[in-house]
């Protein structure tokens, strides 16, 4: 079992940047691909960035956040995370944290674990 424990959300002014954390418990989190989606009110779960295990020199972003977000993985710390610059109202969500053994199935959204989620809120 993966547990998953966000943080880093809160409110920040349009323009402005956050750092979103995801950190994992068990020793197995270097054979993990992680992710990360968020959900603003009313819309569907969407996925934002994922990297591939081990090594992490695989990612892939959505495009509304291309050349604005960075996925990264400190495998010392059982953490992953979001850089979030530029940031638009738009961007105002709950993001949530996701693991799976299968690269493709996180970018899918077909993952086993997820986090319970942090709140962004970009005010314009």
Not at 1 to 29: D, H, I, K, W
Not at 85 to 109: F, M, Q, R, W
Request: charged letters at 20%; a positive charge.
């Amino acid at each position: 079992q993966v547990q998953l424990v966000e943080s880093g959300g809160g409110l920040v002014r349009a323009g402005g940047s956050l750092r979103l954390s995801c950190t994992t418990s068990g020793r197995t989190f270097n054979s993990y691909a992680m992710g990360w989606f968020r959900q603003a009110p009313g819309k569907e779960r969407e996925f934002i960035a994922a990297v591939i295990s081990w090594s992490g020199g695989m990612t892939d972003y959505a495009d509304s956040v291309k050349g604005r977000f960075t996925i990264s993985r400190d495998n010392a710390k059982n953490t992953v995370y979001l850089q979030m610059n530029s940031l638009k109202p738009e961007d105002t969500a709950v993001y949530y944290c996701a693991a799976d053994k299968i690269y493709s199935a996180v970018v899918a959204g077909r993952v086993d674990y997820w986090g319970k989620g942090t709140l962004v809120t970009v005010s314009s």
